[in-house]
């Protein structure tokens, strides 16, 4: 199987677990995850040459928003695992370890720190945010769980890699 098949795999395992992991905590503890029409509003907004914005909540809402910004969370977890992969090696899915998949999804988090939050007009690491270092903890916990979801999903998917 090639790397780009398993990096597919992989990341829209991990990717679930981190949708599972938001969905839990707007049930237990009224947390609010990521509105990923945001993600879509702002890469549709991009086609339009507009790549940074006062706020994405009051940029205009675009024509398949939705579809994108959820299709788009799950190509970057896609394209996450490829380079962690990349990284490690596709033997890695063999034999997983706890240490790649958890980094991995610890330096995720500079995704939406220094790209998307600026995008979106939030700031770096959300800085312009009423609550930064709110914001700042609930996205490393949610990246932290996208690396807890890759481990879990290699080792769901092992016997498919051996």
């Known amino acids: 199987m090639n790397i780009a098949l398993q990096a ?11 949708d599972i992991w938001a969905i839990l905590q707007k049930r237990l503890f009224n947390i609010a995850g990521l509105d990923y029409r945001l993600v879509g509003r702002w890469l549709l907004h991009m086609t339009h040459a507009q790549f940074v914005h006062h706020t994405i909540l009051n940029s205009k809402k675009m024509r398949g928003e939705m579809v994108l910004g959820w299709s788009a969370h799950y190509l970057i977890g896609m394209i996450f695992c490829y380079f962690m ?4 090696g596709s033997d890695w899915l063999t034999q997983p370890t706890f240490i790649p ?5 610890i330096i995720s988090v500079c995704a939406p720190f220094f790209i998307m939050q600026p995008g979106f007009g939030f700031g770096v690491a959300a800085s312009h945010t009423p609550a930064p270092a ?10 932290t769980s996208f690396g807890i979801g ?8 092992k016997p498919l890699f051996m």
Do not use: D, P
Request: aromatic letters at 6%; a positive charge; glycine letters at 8%.
């Open 85 to 88: 992969l990349a990284f490690s």
């Open 134 to 143: 709110v914001a700042r903890r609930r996205s490393l916990i949610a990246h």
């Open 101 to 105: 998949a958890l980094l991995t999804g």
């Open 150 to 157: 890759i481990y879990i999903t290699a080792l769901l998917l």
């Open 8 to 18: 597919a795999l992989l990341g829209i395992g991990a990717t679930l677990i981190m």
